[in-house]
């Protein structure tokens, strides 16, 4: 154990867990692994009853023991987002909902937010919206807070000239009160242009004890090449999963599908608003809804190519899953910068987001089949790299950090 006093750690969100996205999966994955390196460690997961465009029910109860889910409730929030997505333009929208949103649930729920902050050693926001008003209604978090770039630094990736604006302002204001940042790449870190010194760079993970490549009988194969690149007897087997909203570029895939001129299929997991156009697509898609994250693994191992056309992404997890499960991807250029190590090993491509680049794409890839002893060489990348269980470890180094200087500030 590096610390015998008990630390009392919160993550904050501005959604409900159940959406089981990319921030939602890793909040819960680092306080599983962080209960298991520290018994002794106290967390709680602030959530709220926000399920943005997710169908799922909201969860009220934590399912690891000895974690405390406290939910803040904000009425009316599912009116809200639909008046949001029926009102407004998706500039406005992704402004209002990371920006308005917090500060209606924050001024409605001030006094639970008041108790956690004084209570709590660490606090690790996932958004700077909520970590923004934190800091200005609660001294006691201005020294014990992460910064988190899990849901984006500013969450602007279409528009740049403002979002070099909004950095400057907002850094020059947070530096004054904050503790540490936490930078997801190092592309990150430039951006923001602060290096404190208990900053640090740490990656999104994979469970690669579960997603692993399907074994297949090798003598089906040629093995003398690392892609088969002319694989012309079998059907390509495509797959996206992930929220289906417009940010990830779910209109655009399914449109490119719809014009796609092979006998190929593809697969579809998740819930969203663009529901209703995988289910009344022209040409048939395999859509298989809302799939629990325990199953998933099986789920997608069967598949060749996943296609991730996100408009701007902090830090797609999906990518890490499909790479550790042996799929080859086509990504988003919009994610250059932060799957490159992927791409370098040959396991990503990147493409344009549009509806012509991702059919070319599919078109040019479709026989790209990696072989077997290929998706082994991957997933033992993704383990030396990517691992929760190896980044937790660094994450609980500098809670613990970050905690003793806390206690060391009071003392």
């Given at each position: 154990?590096?610390l015998?006093a008990?630390?009392?750690?919160?993550?904050?969100?501005?959604?409900?867990?159940?959406?089981?996205a990319g921030?939602?999966?890793?909040v819960?994955t680092?306080?599983?692994?962080l209960?298991k390196?520290?018994?002794?460690?106290?967390?709680?997961?602030?959530?709220?009853?926000?399920?943005?465009?997710s169908?799922?029910?909201?969860?009220?109860?934590s399912?690891?023991?000895g974690i405390?889910?406290?939910?803040l409730?904000s009425?009316?929030s599912?009116?809200?987002?639909k008046w949001l997505?029926?009102?407004?333009s998706?500039f406005?929208?992704l402004?209002?909902?990371f920006s308005?949103?917090?500060?209606?649930?924050?001024?409605?729920?001030?006094?639970?937010?008041?108790?956690?902050?004084?209570?709590?050693?660490?606090?690790?926001?996932?958004?700077?919206?909520?970590?923004f008003?934190w800091?200005?209604l609660?001294?006691?978090?201005r020294?014990?807070?992460?910064?988190?770039?899990?849901?984006g630094?500013?969450?602007f990736?279409?528009?740049k000239?403002?979002k070099g604006?909004l950095?400057?302002?907002?850094?020059?204001?947070?530096?004054?009160?904050?503790f540490s940042y936490?930078?997801l790449?190092?592309?990150?870190?430039?951006?923001?242009?602060?290096h404190?010194k208990?900053?640090?760079?740490?990656p999104?993970?994979v469970?690669?004890?579960?997603?692993k490549p399907?074994?297949?009988?090798?003598?089906?194969?040629?093995t003398?090449n690392?892609?088969q690149?002319n694989?012309?007897k079998?059907p390509?087997?495509?797959?996206?999963?992930g929220?289906?909203?417009?940010?990830?570029?779910v209109?655009e895939l399914?449109?490119a599908?719809?014009?796609?001129?092979?006998?190929?299929?593809?697969t579809?997991?998740?819930?969203?608003?663009?529901?209703?156009?995988?289910k009344?697509?022209?040409?048939?898609?395999?859509?298989?809804?809302?799939?629990e994250?325990?199953?998933l693994?099986e789920?997608i191992s069967?598949?060749?190519?996943?296609?991730?056309?996100t408009?701007?992404e902090?830090?797609?997890?999906v990518?890490?899953e499909?790479v550790a499960s042996?799929?080859?991807?086509?990504?988003?250029?919009?994610q250059?910068?932060?799957?490159?190590?992927l791409?370098a090993?040959?396991?990503?491509?990147?493409?344009?987001d549009?509806s012509?680049?991702?059919?070319?794409?599919m078109?040019?890839?479709?026989?790209?089949?990696?072989t077997?002893?290929?998706?082994?060489?991957?997933?033992?990348?993704?383990?030396e790299?990517?691992?929760w269980?190896?980044i937790?470890?660094?994450?609980?180094?500098m809670?613990?950090?970050?905690?003793?200087?806390?206690n060391?500030?009071e003392?």
């Amino acid at each position: 154990m590096i610390l015998m006093a008990q630390i009392k750690v919160a993550f904050v969100l501005f959604t409900n867990i159940a959406v089981g996205a990319g921030n939602e999966t890793s909040v819960q994955t680092y306080a599983l692994q962080l209960r298991k390196l520290d018994p002794e460690i106290e967390i709680t997961i602030v959530q709220t009853d926000w399920m943005a465009s997710s169908s799922n029910a909201p969860l009220l109860k934590s399912s690891i023991e000895g974690i405390n889910l406290l939910t803040l409730h904000s009425p009316h929030s599912f009116k809200f987002y639909k008046w949001l997505d029926n009102n407004l333009s998706p500039f406005m929208q992704l402004f209002m909902s990371f920006s308005l949103y917090p500060f209606i649930y924050i001024l409605i729920n001030h006094k639970q937010i008041k108790k956690i902050s004084k209570e709590s050693d660490v606090i690790y926001f996932f958004n700077l919206s909520d970590s923004f008003l934190w800091l200005i209604l609660n001294e006691p978090v201005r020294k014990k807070n992460i910064e988190s770039g899990h849901c984006g630094l500013i969450p602007f990736p279409r528009y740049k000239y403002i979002k070099g604006l909004l950095n400057k302002f907002v850094y020059k204001i947070f530096n004054r009160f904050t503790f540490s940042y936490h930078y997801l790449t190092n592309s990150q870190a430039l951006d923001v242009k602060r290096h404190n010194k208990y900053d640090f760079i740490l990656p999104n993970g994979v469970d690669t004890d579960r997603f692993k490549p399907l074994k297949k009988d090798l003598s089906s194969q040629n093995t003398t090449n690392n892609i088969q690149e002319n694989d012309t007897k079998h059907p390509t087997k495509f797959i996206y999963f992930g929220r289906l909203d417009r940010s990830k570029g779910v209109a655009e895939l399914i449109d490119a599908f719809n014009r796609y001129p092979y006998d190929d299929t593809l697969t579809v997991i998740g819930t969203g608003e663009f529901v209703n156009l995988v289910k009344n697509s022209p040409k048939k898609i395999n859509y298989e809804g809302f799939i629990e994250h325990e199953i998933l693994p099986e789920r997608i191992s069967d598949h060749d190519i996943f296609i991730f056309p996100t408009h701007g992404e902090t830090f797609g997890i999906v990518v890490l899953e499909a790479v550790a499960s042996g799929l080859f991807c086509l990504v988003s250029e919009k994610q250059k910068g932060i799957f490159d190590d992927l791409e370098a090993i040959g396991a990503i491509k990147y493409i344009p987001d549009t509806s012509e680049g991702i059919l070319n794409a599919m078109i040019k890839y479709r026989n790209f089949k990696p072989t077997y002893e290929k998706k082994l060489q991957w997933h033992k990348y993704m383990e030396e790299n990517y691992d929760w269980k190896k980044i937790s470890k660094e994450l609980y180094k500098m809670i613990v950090m970050i905690s003793n200087a806390k206690n060391k500030n009071e003392d």
